[in-house]
């Protein structure tokens, strides 16, 4: 949980095991204030450093939680990645829209544009109280790649040059744009959800080698699969869905081959992307201390290579 390690070509320097704050702000369900709190502080004390945040979590409670957090810890030994891509405005919000049980009046709106991500940030910083951002990803920009490409990433590229952030990339939950963002440009990482996990190899067919011929930063997120690899449940979620029943028997049968070696899954599915030389660190959400506290013991788990030989089979 401690080791640190550069970001791509950077001279950032993150901790292996990054907590992301989406929890954190409402997903799924609420997260009271206090509760909040003692999970990041429960995994600043597990040794993380490096804390992943957007506007899009909550309609701003992440980050605002999250700076809350930071004024009272060392700030310089705190790695703080958020993202643009989304603004928020005024506007009726139900319980739950887009997944969060987050900061009410507020709605989402896409924006790709210089001037979108030059307010995206500016309305960041003053959510979180902080001074700067270390890493700023373009957020899911699916159906934007276009403009993102054309008008996002040339504003983020100028920041960096002034020395306003210290790296740019890219977060999504596809690997296809996530290639087309370090074939076309300069980033120095992306952030892949979903795509690099015992249920989902996808993102080791183009776009790690690409990273690592490159000297681009690897950050892989949904590492349990939005939940299905933590605890393969009938009801538990899979890609912000609930999982299939075919997901489900491969989930268990995962579980199964763990279980024969006394590996938890989620202690495998929480390791399984850092065996790639090119993955650099992965993004653990947490909704509590306990939740922190078993992935802390998990990522320190002696995890047998008999094990990682069953699962690659397949």
């Known amino acids: ?38 999970t990041l502080e429960a995994a600043w004390k597990s040794g993380v450093r490096y804390f992943d945040t957007a506007p899009h979590y909550g309609a701003g409670l ?30 009726a919000a139900e319980p739950g829209d887009e997944g969060f049980h987050g900061a009410p009046g507020l709605v989402r709106v896409r ?30 920009p699916d159906d934007h790649g276009e403009q993102a490409l054309a008008e ?57 080698p690409l990273c690592a011929a490159r000297g681009v930063g690897v950050l892989v997120g949904g590492v349990f699969n939005s939940g299905v690899l933590a605890n393969p449940h009938s009801g538990a979620m899979y890609d912000y869905a609930p999982a299939s029943a075919s997901v489900l028997r491969a989930a268990r049968e995962l579980d199964r081959r763990c279980a024969a070696y006394g590996v938890p899954l989620a202690a495998a599915a929480l390791r399984f992307p850092l065996r790639h030389p090119a993955v650099t660190g992965v993004v653990v959400g947490a909704a509590s201390p306990a939740e922190v506290l078993r992935n802390a013991a998990h990522a320190e788990l002696d995890i047998p290579e008999r094990l990682w030989a069953d699962l690659d089979a397949g």
């Open 111 to 140: 924006d790709y544009t210089r001037e979108g991500v030059r307010r995206s940030l500016e309305e960041s910083l003053e959510r979180s109280g902080l001074d700067a951002f270390d890493v700023v990803l373009i957020h899911d």
């Open 152 to 208: 996002a990433y040339p504003a983020l590229a100028r920041l960096r040059a002034e020395g306003v952030i210290r790296a740019v990339g890219v977060g999504m939950n596809q690997t296809a744009m996530l290639s087309r963002f370090v074939r076309e440009t300069d980033v120095d990482c992306v952030l892949v959800a979903g795509r690099y996990s015992l249920l989902d190899r996808s993102a080791e067919r183009e776009l790690l």
């Open 62 to 91: 992440a980050e605002r939680r999250l700076g809350s957090f930071l004024a009272d810890v060392p700030r310089a030994e705190a790695v703080v990645s958020t993202k643009v891509g989304r603004l928020l405005v005024p506007g």
């Open 1 to 38: 949980m401690t080791e640190r390690v550069p970001l791509g070509g950077t001279a950032v320097t993150v901790s292996r095991i990054a907590l992301g704050t989406a929890p954190l702000a409402g997903l799924y369900a609420p997260v009271a204030q206090d509760r909040a709190l003692a």
